[in-house]
T-cell receptor
Framework: NAGVTQTPKFRVLKTGQSMTLLCAQD?????MYWYRQDPGMGLRLIHYSVGEGTTAKGEVPDGYNVSRLKKQNFLLGLESAAPSQTSVYFC?????????????FGPGTRLTVL | LAKTTQPISMDSYEGQEVNITCSHNNIATNDYITWYQQFPSQGPRFIIQGYKTKVTNEVASLFIPADRKSSTLSLPRVSLSDTAVYYC?????????????FGKGTHLIIQP
């Protein structure tokens, strides 16, 4: 049981390049999330999904797109990277119920945009 | 959207009990109170969650007064390895992501 995994762990892009970050979970969770964390800051929600085929915007969605074609995977895309998107990206998943609401986080992807 | 206020940093010593308080004045009826721990270069890790009164697990206790406008995370007998950032999260993800807002957290530093 690997939990939540993220690919890649590190990436350097040039301004204008595109890339996709992959998040995978093996806990059969319905809800998945993408956050970004800038130095010295808390996590900010980019996009989330409440089930296969669904996505929704979070607090800072501009410049990102997401897809949830399979329940276990949640992809985060940057179509045209900008230096302001330099950050650490975390994926999380949760199986919400009326008695519990716990997120499980991946190890993060450190992205640098030059 | 319930917002939280926590101290930016705290210091303590090994073997001491540490209490970190979080204020959440506009907590909603459905909201849970959840605490996460984050080490450098790692994702946050769940510590404890509660709705009211007191919750205890093998690593921490969570105290929530009757009005639920604040909560206190209690770490008994801390060690150097408890040095981390602690986030208080107030919200309810059922049906979406309402309330999933992490503040800047409390940077806890444990000294020998």
């Amino acid at each position: 049981n690997a939990g939540v995994t993220q690919t890649p762990k590190f990436r350097v892009l040039k301004t204008g390049q595109s890339m996709t970050l992959l998040c995978a979970q093996d806990m059969n969770h319905e809800y998945m999330y993408w956050y970004r964390q800038d130095p010295g800051m808390g996590l900010r929600l980019i996009h989330y999904s409440v089930g296969e085929g669904t996505t929704a915007k979070g607090e800072v969605p501009d410049g990102y797109n997401v897809s949830r074609l399979k329940k276990q995977n949640f992809l985060l895309g940057l179509e045209s990277a900008a230096p302001s998107q330099t950050s650490v990206y975390f994926c999380a998943s949760t199986e919400w119920s009326p008695s519990t609401d716990t997120q499980y986080f991946g190890p993060g992807t450190r992205l640098t945009v030059l | 959207l319930a917002k939280t206020t926590q101290p930016i940093s705290m210091d303590s010593y090994e073997g001491q009990e540490v209490n970190i308080t979080c204020s959440h004045n506009n907590i909603a009826t459905n909201d849970y109170i959840t605490w996460y721990q984050q080490f450098p270069s790692q994702g946050p890790r769940f510590i404890i969650q509660g709705y009211k009164t007191k919750v205890t697990n093998e690593v921490a206790s969570l105290f929530i007064p009757a009005d639920r406008k604040s909560s206190t995370l209690s770490l008994p007998r801390v060690s150097l390895s408890d040095t981390a950032v602690y986030y208080c999260l107030v919200g309810y993800s059922g049906g979406g992501a309402d309330g999933l807002t992490f503040g800047k957290g409390t940077h806890l530093i444990i000294q020998p």
